[in-house]
Every structure is written in structure tokens, then in C-alpha cells.
């Protein structure tokens, strides 16, 4: 694939052109899409050590499975303020996904996040990797409950039929993806003519193990910030995907 070593404005002349031109497009969400919509990485420097000074523990050690199984309350005292409020919504980047799955060349979306962002943006074919802050289950009566259900709770939030700790069914440090979710991710991606990377950036394990079964050489990369190996794309735009994708998707 020709890429143009030019200025930001004929990259994105020339992606319009390519989003024109073909079907089959997938894309990967990266925690760079959720940032923009007013969500919180907690993964990142900052933010783990306030953390740790906040709870006593990093956030990859509380939001793991062995920390839920022994401390509950420790654990839903973070998930709930960290995650479950976070009041967060879909914006123009959202926006833009739906123009292009509605016009059928979006035919799969791939998310690490677990915001549900997707969903409510009205997207279809949402693959999630790491399950969703939407999907909670009682572990004994296998009963389902949304988000408002988990919010109203001050503490652990029980099963109204058996009083239960709920589980939400997000993966946690220490568990798989599962393996039909995988196969379903491997099998789109497999499928796709374009991948686009939004928020994200090669060097992550996901996105890395996922690109295994692309064929094609049209992996267009959109992110924030630099990082040393955005050279691994086949096109690259460095910005705010909310600026980007309306750009491109017309
Ligand atoms: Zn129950």
C-alpha cells in the first residue's frame, strides 16, 4: 500500500479516498476512545498513584480476580467510584463509526474497553474483548442486572433473589479472554479488507495477537500520541479521533 509521507491534511484526503473506496472494515478501540469521551486511564502513571494512595493497593492489583474473590468491598468501593460512575458518553468519533457501520462497510468493532460506549452509540457487531461495565451476574441464580442496578448499591451489590454478591462480567488481571470471544475477534479481522486502530497502538498484546490473521496491508492507525512503533502501520494520523474520524468518514 502507497504510504504518503505528507502533511496531515493530504493523510487525510487520501483515508477518506480509502474509506470510499473499500468494505470490510474493522476496527480495534483502544482506551484512546473512551479518554475522549471524558473517561479516565487508570492505567496510566498518574492516575495509578493516586490510586494507591487513595486505596492502598495498584489498580492492576485490585481489579484482579484474586483481590474480588478475598476482598469485595475493597474491590466495589474502587470499581464503583473509578468505573461504574463514571458519567462518560459517546461523542462525534462514535458518531462517525455509525455513519460508516450504517453504510455497511463497518462490519465488525473490537473493544478492550469495557464502557459499553459502543452500544450506546448504536454500533452493531460489538466484540468485547474484556466484557462490559453493562453485564453483571449473579454467580449462584445466573440472573442478569444492568448498571443502574449496580449503581444504586452504598456497598456490595447483592442479588435481589438470593442476596449474592453480583459479579460483573468484565475480565479482570488474572483471567483469559474467553476463547469463542477470541475466535469471534480473530475471525472479523481475518474477514477485513481495512483494519483501523482508534486509541490504541501496536505493542499492545491484544492488538498485536489480533493482527496475526489480518492478510491485507491496510492498517490505518489513529492515536493521540506518538509512540516508537506507530511505524508498523500502514498509515498513520496523529490527533483526537473525535477531529479525525468526522474527516474521514463523509
Ligand atoms: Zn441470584
Not at 169 to 196: C, F, H, P, S, W
Request: net charge negative; aromatic share 8%; proline share 4%.
Amino acid at each position: 500500500m502507497y504510504i504518503p509521507e505528507t502533511s496531515k491534511e493530504e493523510k487525510i484526503n487520501y483515508l477518506k479516498g480509502l474509506i470510499r473506496d473499500n468494505s470490510q472494515m474493522v476496527c480495534i478501540l483502544g482506551v484512546g476512545m473512551e479518554i475522549e469521551c471524558g473517561g479516565k486511564n487508570l492505567w496510566s502513571n498518574d492516575e495509578a498513584y493516586r490510586i494507591e494512595d487513595e486505596y492502598g493497593h495498584a489498580p492492576e492489583e485490585i481489579y484482579s480476580s484474586s483481590f474480588y474473590a478475598t476482598k469485595k468491598q475493597k474491590f466495589y468501593e474502587f470499581y464503583k467510584k473509578e468505573i461504574l460512575d463514571q458519567d462518560i458518553h459517546p461523542g462525534t468519533a462514535y458518531a462517525a463509526l455509525k455513519k460508516l457501520q450504517d453504510s455497511g462497510k463497518l462490519t465488525a468493532v473490537i473493544t478492550r474497553d469495557i464502557d459499553g460506549l459502543p452500544e450506546e452509540a448504536g454500533l452493531e457487531n460489538v466484540i468485547r474483548l474484556h466484557g462490559s461495565k453493562n453485564v453483571n451476574q449473579c454467580p449462584k441464580c445466573h440472573k442478569y442486572f444492568d448498571l443502574a442496578y449496580m449503581r444504586k448499591f452504598k456497598g456490595i451489590p447483592l442479588c435481589e433473589e438470593c442476596q449474592q454478591p453480583i459479579r460483573p462480567k468484565v475480565m479482570l488481571y488474572g483471567e483469559m479472554v474467553r476463547n469463542d470471544i477470541m475466535t469471534q475477534a480473530a475471525n472479523a479481522i481475518r474477514g477485513a479488507n481495512v483494519v483501523m486502530l482508534l486509541g490504541t497502538n501496536f505493542g499492545v498484546p491484544m492488538v498485536d495477537s489480533l493482527l496475526q490473521y489480518y492478510e491485507g496491508n491496510k492498517v490505518i492507525l489513529i492515536t493521540l500520541h506518538e509512540h516508537y512503533n506507530d511505524g508498523n502501520a500502514d498509515i498513520c494520523i496523529h490527533g483526537k479521533l473525535e477531529d479525525i474520524l468526522p474527516q474521514i468518514v463523509i
